[in-house]
């Protein structure tokens, strides 16, 4: 290898769903799971009952789209945008194809986002949840638009907007088209923004790359759940580039919030609550209510 | 030439630089503005002031250096979060004087490093991308390389992007997209051939608005002939009322990815 080789950085590999840790266990379907966290041997059913956080060391499971909906919007009020808004395989990826339909029957999703209106604690919002089951939340044209979308609805009709993200970043598979969701995606929530609009991200594990790199850290208020990796490119990426071993704790919630970067980690206990608090004090209006 | 031929010649040590670029174009008339007023001065990323044909225009650039000591000392072409808010202060500078701003990408990606990720290389970039959205006054960005994924888009949030014919423009770069995908980095040829990530494909795809002639340092005339295509954009975009600049931009990268609801 010649100097130039060796010196060269290398490329942020966005969409690298190959990084180990992207890949930690959901929770999985036998009656006795370990946890990651602290390797309790913990019983599924007492899990579940409580919000997928271990009962021993608080370790938070990764929740499915629809749990984090369950757990953030007021019971049946969430109505959903662009359910049947499909990804195509526009460049001819290969294997792209096949990807898609395993993603669709793995997370039972259509895509890697979830979008809709609801209501939360009775303030009326706009509430976007990506789905780590589909593709590990990788950002495709779909995505970008579903999200796009739910901040122009926003902006239109003055509501503000939780995003919820998890995401391995863009998604390879669509080229360059899935980049410019960066761009599209931040000129929504930059519109939605100019029009005096709450914007609160929530983070949760893994955010990365691409959506790092947008809308993740363009909310007013960001939020993330605790230990999650915070990042823009991923560990392994950067052991590869330094070549040397990260420091423990590196690139997780606790560690973005020193550096400046959060507003506050919260237990996913604390979760709801603290949103419908946020939203209270940035006179939202409360479904039902009418305007002057 | 192949995906995977265009991709090593975006890279060539030899071909023209942000420096080149400018050194050819403005000549004297560039002043360097260094810094982002908060953490440092960023080499990978020169900006400041020239003079286009009479027009006073900021121009930002990703400099990859042109000799193994510029490289070092740019660091590749791979900028940290300072590079992107210097670019971003510079931005908001010409924004204030309503001087249009040029932009030259050449990096194989933002860096990826212990001090990158701690100062915030994704906000960094995030904010760009949102800033860049509504700055009020007309933006050009030139692919004269590489262009490697959200490090690139940073400064590529414009009115019109164009690419060097023998540039290339993607989301990952080919080796990293073989060593996911196969396992096998060698196959980044295939790989480069599947991300659709050269001058063409952009252009059929309406990503890029124009494809240009690769300059030579010592072509004058084609330098020439560049400056006048930009002037001419600029009076074009200069000309119309700020709120239709930014609407079009934003409908720009709005309508990318055909998406329709199903029935
Ligand atoms: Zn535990």
Sequence with gaps: MDLFTFLKPKNELEGASADTELNRPFVPDSMWVKCTGCGAMLLMS??????????????????????????????????????????KNIIDFPDYNRKLKSSKLKSGENESV?????????????????????????????????????????????????????????????????LMQMAKTSGAVKRHSDAELLYITVLTDPTTGGVTASFAMEGDIILSEPNALIAFAGPRVIEQTIRQKLPKGFQTSEFVLDKGFIDAVVSRKDLKVTLVKLLGLHNVKRAGEVEN | M?????????????????????????????????????????????????????????VIGLEKG????????????????EGYRKALRLMKQAEKFHRPVLCFVDTSGAFCGIGAEERGQGQAIAE????????????????????????????????????????????????????????????????????????????????????????????????ESLKMLIARTFEKNLSMPVDELLEARYNRFRKIGDCKNEK
């Design chain 1, 46 to 87: 007492d899990i579940e009952e409580n919000d997928k956080i271990c009962t021993k060391c608080g370790y938070h499971f990764r929740l499915t789209a629809r749990e984090r909906i369950k757990l953030l919007a007021d019971k049946d009020s969430f109505a959903e945008f662009d359910a049947d808004l499909m990804s």
């Design chain 1, 114 to 178: 979830v979008t809709g209106r609801c209501t939360m604690g009775g303030y009326d919002v706009v509430l976007c949840v990506m789905e780590p089951g589909f593709m590990m939340g990788s950002m495709g044209i779909v995505t970008g638009e579903k999200i796009t979308r739910a901040f122009e609805y926003a902006t239109e009709n003055m509501l503000p907007v939780v995003v919820c993200t998890v995401s391995g970043g863009a998604r390879m598979h669509e080229g360059i088209m899935s």
């Design chain 2, 2 to 58: 192949s995906a995977f031929d265009k991709v090593m010649a975006a890279r060539d040590a030899k071909k023209p630089t942000t420096v080149d670029f400018i050194e050819n174009m403005f000549g004297d008339s560039f002043f360097e503005l260094h810094g982002d007023r908060r953490f440092g001065d960023d080499k990978a990323v020169i900006g400041g002031l020239a003079s286009l044909n009479g027009m006073p225009v900021t």
């Design chain 2, 66 to 81: 042109r000799n193994t000591k510029e490289r070092m000392e740019r660091n590749f072409g791979s900028a940290h979060p």
């Design chain 2, 128 to 223: 760009n991308l949102m800033e860049m959205m509504t700055l009020k006054t007309p933006i050009l960005s030139i692919l004269i390389g590489e262009g490697g994924s959200g490090g690139a888009l940073a400064l590529a949030v414009a009115d019109e992007v164009w690419m060097l014919e023998n540039a290339v423009y993607s989301v990952i770069s080919p080796e990293g997209c073989a060593s996911i995908l196969w396992k096998d980095e060698s196959r980044a040829a295939d790989a480069a051939q599947c991300l659709k990530l050269t001058a063409q494909d952009l252009f059929k795809l309406g990503v890029i608005e124009r494809i240009l002639r690769e300059p030579k340092v010592e072509d004058k005339k084609i330098f």
